[in-house]
């Protein structure tokens, strides 16, 4: 019995599969080694396979297109209602392989490897910002309990970061001062780090075309527009599932409706 149908739960080293034909009967449910996942599907004739989106399924479903194999990523919690007995791998990979053949299910479009790099980008860059703002925050801080008080804005704590790097100043004590270059030394590097990633990100918005139109509208900057076009891979999606169509009410004008 040839299999049409294939739920593939993910995970770190052991997969489960759940294979069905084209009258549903079950043909092979098993649990895969990472290692032996390739193998297990370069030896298939091309099915439909389904997963869910989380880590690594975007990569795993550019693996098994490439063997010639239709995939389709779908949100977890779409998945959810297909599962008909307790939590495990088995139960989670036969939902799977039911909701996939749903007609009305909603499926995710799958990001190419150079959008994933782009979105890593804006990620490492909010983490390191984020870093940024908790360590001007605990300098803050710090400098308070000494009664040294500076404006609110990243550009107004420069006038704190003076005071901790004079060590001619006795306006802190000597171990508050070692305390707090710690803290400021961190920051500058950080300062470094998010401008060299911006500057990765600027160069992939000017050979991103998506990302070049999108700054085009008023508002809209380098980072925010990279950040959209590395997220959203395929625009038309939302568009066909009426995500973007106007809803006209009884009476007046149409009203824009955005579900």
Known sequence: MQITTIGLDLAKNVFQVHGVDAEG???VRRK?????????????????????ACGTAHFWARELIAMGHQVKIMPPSYVKAYVRRGKTDAA???????????????FLPIKAEDQQAALMLHKARELLVRQQTMLTNAIR??????GMIAPQGSAKIKDLIAVIQDSEDQSIPVLARAALQPLVHQMQTLD??????DREIMAWHKTNETSRRLATIPGVGVITASAIAATVPDPSFFSQRGLLRPSFQRVGRPSRCWV
């Open 25 to 27: 009967r079950v043909v």
């Open 32 to 52: 895969l080694r990472r290692a032996k996942v390739r193998e297990f599907f370069a030896g298939l004739a091309p099915c439909l396979i389904g997963m869910e």
């Open 92 to 106: 989670d990979a036969a939902a799977i392989c039911e909701a996939v053949m749903r007609p009305h299910m909603r």
């Open 141 to 146: 801080g710090h400098m308070a309990e000494l």
């Open 192 to 197: 470094g780090q998010v401008e060299v990633l």
